[in-house]
């Protein structure tokens, strides 16, 4: 596979600080011809599935050949692998603690690689903290792979073990779907792991959450303002919303919180 040159990154760094910031510098230190772009810096700290589900959903935006590279690392330090993985024409590098889990459980022809700590030498990085792997580990291995220099293969031991998801993949019935809500947005949408097509067939969809029954919309503008509704939202997943409003603070949900969605005219 020719890498791309670019990098995308995601952490629950925030911004505060200058912990992405020096993750840049160390990719173009040692590349500079590399593109580094935040998909997101503000997933909630220690929640490595909000990580996956975005970067799951998003790399496809990029050139084939693109890095994406997730740290949500609670364990950072300790004698957590790191996944290095080529799949869908791109590479993915993150902590192996259920980040990646939910895609390569999906992902047949994935190639899946364990990194080897004996490799980074080759790679001239020498003495890594040990609170801080995404700029001494994670950074520049990133680098040399959107640079060229190495690959999966070269620095990693083939595996096809993983820590498993930290969610469960929603439960599927003839006319009802049960699901989680993974994140909520900057308007206070709440998004849920229940993909579009789990509920496709379904004659009159109608989502449950909080107790309360949630019609499904095309979009955000048919309903009047202060109404809650349910809609497919851009990254293909079921999301409940309130117009002009915070379905979150609403309804008083949250991430985990769980969602069902009926064939409505099933019940």
Do not use: C
Request: hydrophobic share 45%.
């Amino acid at each position: 596979m020719q890498p791309s040159g670019v990098i995308t990154i995601t952490t629950d760094f925030g911004h505060k600080g200058p912990f992405a910031a020096v993750m840049h510098g160390v990719i173009i230190k040692r590349f500079p011809d590399a593109r580094v772009i935040d998909l997101a810096h503000d997933i909630p700290a220690q929640w490595p599935p909000e990580a996956g589900f975005w970067v799951s959903r998003s790399y496809q935006y990029f050139p084939r050949g693109t890095v994406h590279l997730a740290i949500v690392d609670p364990g950072v330090g300790t004698e957590r692998d790191i996944l290095i993985v080529e799949y869908d024409d791109h590479f993915f590098m993150a902590p192996d603690n259920g980040l990646l889990a939910r895609m390569l459980d999906k992902a047949d022809d994935a190639s899946v690689f364990k990194l080897r700590p004996d490799a980074l030498e080759s790679l001239d990085i020498r003495a890594p903290s040990m609170t801080f792997h995404g700029r001494d580990i994670f950074a520049p291995v990133a680098a040399e792979l959107a640079a060229g220099r190495t690959t999966p293969a070269d620095i990693g031991l083939a595996t096809t073990d993983w820590t498993p998801a930290w969610l469960d993949e929603p439960e599927v019935t003839a006319s009802k779907v049960s699901g989680v809500i993974v994140t909520v947005d900057a308007f206070g949408n709440l998004i849920s792991n229940i993909d579009a097509e789990l509920i496709e067939e379904f004659s009159n969809p109608v989502a449950h959450i909080a107790g309360h029954d949630i019609e499904m919309r095309a979009t955000y503008g048919r309903a009047k303002p202060g109404d809650y509704l349910a809609l497919i939202n851009s990254f293909g997943v079921l999301e409940v919303a309130k117009a002009e409003s915070s379905a979150a603070e609403g309804l008083g949900s949250d991430r985990g919180a769980p969602i069902t969605v009926v064939d409505g005219l099933a019940t």
